[in-house]
């Protein structure tokens, strides 16, 4: 945010910030470790704030749960800052140095009265008020949150409606005070920060910028393709109208992961000619022509990873892998030197200090530095600097250190594409459980006690109006497939919200449900929001 | 008139002048400074509980010895760790657990054992604690018959780390235990599984469940075993795992302690999901 593709903040300010707002986030089961900072706040006294669907194991720590309706948040947040205005509470002096378009912001939230947000979101106005007010009068607050945010056809006007309470109140650049995205898998911010994003060069250098672009051909002594790549939705687009038909997949299972699964497969069959590189036989894999067996990151290669506070730390072989099976920079690289390409690292340290020649962001992070300082906080512009615990202190300065003023982000109201109708009445929402972790592919490799497979979540109300009981198994359908899943019932679902994870595609092949419609922005699709209709099962079933 | 509180502390330390700040206590005092106490049921990451009394101190003008681990540093206190009754008392704790409790998977108390000649065996007919080992499923094991009711799991389980209050203490004197609700079998328990209990325990009571099935055969080999640090696979927290290995696999999973991530603590993906890792699920492709 604010020109930088990361969190502003450290785990550690959690602890000490005054007031916390997870929003959208279930960090509780998601972000175990992270939520422990969190905790250890709560304990020292910080006040902590829940919005989210539902009361889940995170919102149950809360001062105050809003119970938000799925895809509502931009008209919550719209109200929040409606509200911290009219109570006067908004930070003028930070306002007025550091940002812009207040006017216009304050002009357009106006619409968005208690009444009308209350009414669009299902939350009572006296939870909103007293949300906008906690937060605004805090000393110190931060804003987390996760796929709760981002996983709707409109995740980046989400975010930005976050990003202005922040502005609104100089919620950010601070010790304790930031806006922190809790990155879902181990290395998402590392990928990013290596420019796996199609219009970014390494560090977050802009693609299109001539001075990195001539820095970066000069130093593979090859022009660059200058052309922005495609995101993944719109590589799904592209191969369905035949513009791709060669595909290249490391350590991705989009034939289990993507949104309308159905039609990923079918697209990923009618490639002419699909590589995927993985640990595993994955589901994509066995589509595939040619399978590239890879060692296991963490446990079996030497490298770096990125965490959510921007903290590069590296990753040390334990064991050895396979016979037969290559780290995955081994494979790039010598697939590389077969396509005739200059490619001289042997080392994943020799690639590292590639990494430190040309991202400036990371130039002072050494592989000894990164072992002595138990990793790095980025940016980390020489071998003298300590990193960076939390972003944007320029926000504070009187000149904004010759920084373009914060932008107010104007965002409206829509809520989910697909909206509810008599013929799919019940709003489906998806997400992680504690203790297994995206298509299951490695957290079905240990015996979990707690396990308890895919179960549709529903409420007492809604149980009871189906007439269904606990465990009975029944048919789940949205606009695009139908699938057969047990019951469970549960006192933390609100009525007409069903909840399920997406962990088990061999039980349940839950994303033949889910919404594929994307954000143009972000391309991430609305994973968050579908509609579905529960039936009974026919006659003879056995109620377990 | 104005009253000020002083910031720093000066005491004697084994005869030498210490200043520290206020609020320090004995055993961080004594760290700072390279003075070494044994302790047990203290830890780094978790809040003194006082049971063990294994890292008393002398305090003149105090009738009892005091607890390093919790006790302030006081202006002007003569404090002594390694007086002879100070020696005979740590003796003493050592050979009360070592007649009752299974002692041997813990390096650390047979150290101290040997260093302060405790011998269980001035004492006749002790009882001992038999416990037989809960199984309950296939992730960590609890032999009791180890466990010297330090608190540390107890900590752990409930608000010094993980905020799920699993587990407690239960019964009284000889019969007191560590015990979920109603002594319910942990997967039916509260229990989330993290196995921040099995990571802070001193004497090897709580354990992986793999390290104790290694431990059964004859292949178990301390001195072959590695450890190596590196980062878990799942979530973007980024938490440091040591990993240790035997013939070229994973038993055990723990976290350091000093760790500005996870202050030693895992959930239970970073500290059991690695199955994954391991044959028989990962063979090599047989058309190499």
């Given at each position: 945010?604010?020109?930088?593709?990361?969190?502003?903040?450290?785990?550690r300010e959690v602890e000490e910030a005054e007031f916390v707002l997870l929003w959208g986030s279930n960090a509780r089961e998601a972000h175990p470790i992270y939520f422990h900072h969190v905790l250890k706040g709560i304990k020292a006294g910080s006040k902590m704030y829940a919005v989210d669907p539902r009361r889940t194991a995170s919102a149950k720590f809360a001062e105050s749960w809003l119970g938000i309706d799925v895809g509502t948040d931009i008209a919550l947040a719209n109200a929040v800052a409606r509200e911290i205005i009219s109570a006067d509470m908004h930070n003028k002096e930070f306002i007025d140095r550091a940002t812009s378009g207040f006017e216009s912001f304050a002009a357009h939230v106006e619409s968005y009265t208690l009444e009308y947000a209350s009414e669009a979101t299902g939350v009572p106005p006296e939870a909103i008020k007293d949300l906008a007010r906690s937060y605004a009068e805090a000393s110190t607050a931060q804003i987390l949150w996760t796929l709760g945010i981002t996983e709707h056809h409109n995740g980046v006007d989400n975010v930005l409606s976050l990003c202005n309470l922040a502005l609104l109140t100089g919620h950010v650049g601070r010790w304790g005070s930031g806006l922190v995205p809790l990155r879902g898998q181990n290395n998402v911010q590392g990928g990013g920060d290596m420019g796996a994003l199609p219009n970014k060069l390494p560090g977050f250098q802009d693609l299109?910028?001539?001075?990195?672009?001539?820095?970066?051909?000069?130093?593979?002594?090859?022009?660059?393709?200058?052309?922005?790549?495609?995101?993944?939705?719109?590589?799904?687009?592209?191969?369905d109208e035949g513009a791709i038909k060669t595909l290249y997949v490391i350590g991705e299972n989009p034939a289990d992961s993507e949104a309308d699964v159905g039609h990923t497969r079918k697209l990923l069959s009618e490639?002419?000619?699909?590589?995927?590189?993985?640990?595993?036989?994955?589901?994509?894999?066995?589509?595939a022509d040619v399978v590239l067996p890879a060692t296991v990151g963490w446990a079996e290669a030497e490298g770096t990873v990125t965490s959510s506070e921007r903290r590069v730390q590296r990753v040390r072989p334990a064991v050895q892998g396979p016979v037969g099976a290559r780290d995955d920079h081994l494979i790039i690289g010598d697939l590389a030197k077969r396509l005739g390409a200059k490619w001289l690292a042997e080392s994943a340290e020799e690639l590292w200090d590639e990494v430190r020649s040309l991202s400036p962001m990371h130039a002072g992070m050494t592989y000894e530095r990164l072992e002595k300082l138990d990793g790095?906080?980025?940016?980390?512009?020489?071998?003298?600097?300590?990193?960076?615990?939390?972003?944007?202190?320029?926000?504070?300065q009187?000149?904004?250190?010759?920084?373009?003023?914060?932008?107010?982000?104007?965002?409206?109201?829509?809520?989910?594409?697909?909206?509810?109708?008599?013929?799919?009445?019940?709003?489906?929402?998806?997400?992680?459980?504690?203790?297994?972790y995206n298509t299951g592919v490695q957290?079905?490799?240990?015996?979990?006690?707690?396990?308890?497979?895919?179960?549709?979540?529903?409420?007492?109300a809604d149980a009871s109006s189906l007439d269904l009981i606990q465990g009975e198994r029944v048919r789940v359908s949205s606009p695009r497939g139908s699938v057969e899943m047990e019951i469970g019932i549960s006192h933390d679902q609100p009525r007409g919200l069903a909840f399920t994870t997406f962990h088990f595609p061999e039980l349940v092949d839950l994303n033949l449900l889910t919404n594929d419609e994307w954000d143009p922005k972000s391309g991430t699709a609305e994973f968050k929001a579908a509609s579905i209709k529960i039936e009974k099962l026919t006659a003879g079933v056995s109620h377990a | 008139m104005t009253v000020t509180r002083s910031t720093e502390v000066t005491f004697s330390l084994n005869g030498q002048q210490t200043t520290v700040a206020a609020g320090t206590t004995i055993l961080e005092a004594a760290q700072e400074t390279g003075v070494e106490i044994p302790t047990l049921c203290w830890a780094s990451n978790l809040t003194p509980v006082n049971a063990c009394r294994l890292c008393v101190v002398e305090m003149e003008g105090s009738r009892a010895l005091v607890p390093a681990c919790s006790r302030e540093c006081e202006p002007n206190a003569v404090i002594n760790t390694d007086s002879e009754r100070v020696a005979l008392s740590r003796k003493m704790v050592l050979e009360f657990l070592d007649t009752t409790n299974d002692l041997t998977q813990s390096s650390e108390l047979q150290t101290l054992i040997e260093l302060y000649g405790a011998d269980a065996s001035r004492y006749s007919d002790p009882v001992r604690s038999e416990d037989p080992v809960k199984v309950e499923d296939d992730l960590f094991v609890r032999a009791y018959d180890r466990c010297v009711l330090c608190y540390k799991c107890v900590e752990a389980c409930g608000d010094d780390a993980q905020f799920t209050f699993a587990i407690s203490m239960a019964g009284r004197g000889f019969e007191t235990r560590v015990s979920t609700e109603f002594e319910t079998p942990l997967p039916e328990s509260a229990c989330v599984y993290c196995g921040n209990c099995v990571g802070v325990c001193p004497t090897n009571a709580l354990q992986f469940k793999a390290e104790f099935d290694l431990r059964q055969t004859p292949d178990w080999d301390p001195e072959s075993q590695t450890s190596t640090d590196t980062i878990c696979s799942y979530c973007g927290v980024g938490c440091t795992l040591e990993v240790h290995t035997q013939d070229n696999e994973i038993f055990k999973v723990t976290s350091p302690s000093?760790?500005?991530?996870?202050?030693?603590?895992?959930?239970?993906?970073?500290?059991?999901?690695?199955?994954?890792?391991?044959?028989?699920?990962?063979?090599?492709?047989?058309?190499?």
């Open positions: 945010m604010f020109g930088a593709g990361g969190g502003t903040s450290s785990y299109t910028s001539v001075e990195s672009f001539q820095k970066f051909s000069a130093s593979y002594g090859v022009d660059l393709n200058p052309l922005p790549g495609l995101h993944l939705t719109q590589m799904f687009e592209a191969m490639l002419d000619f699909l590589v995927v590189q993985d640990i595993f036989l994955t589901r994509t894999a066995e589509l790095i906080q980025w940016p980390c512009p020489d071998i003298t600097h300590p990193g960076t615990p939390f972003l944007h202190d320029w926000l504070w009187e000149d904004l250190n010759g920084n373009p003023r914060a932008p107010f982000s104007v965002t409206n109201h829509e809520g989910p594409k697909e909206q509810l109708s008599d013929d799919f009445p019940i709003r489906l929402t998806t997400g992680r459980a504690l203790d297994s957290s079905r490799g240990y015996n979990s006690p707690i396990r308890s497979g895919d179960r549709l979540q529903i409420s007492e | 000093d760790h500005s991530v996870t202050a030693g603590h895992l959930c239970v993906k970073g500290r059991f999901g690695w199955q994954y890792v391991q044959p028989p699920t990962r063979r090599p492709p047989t058309n190499h």
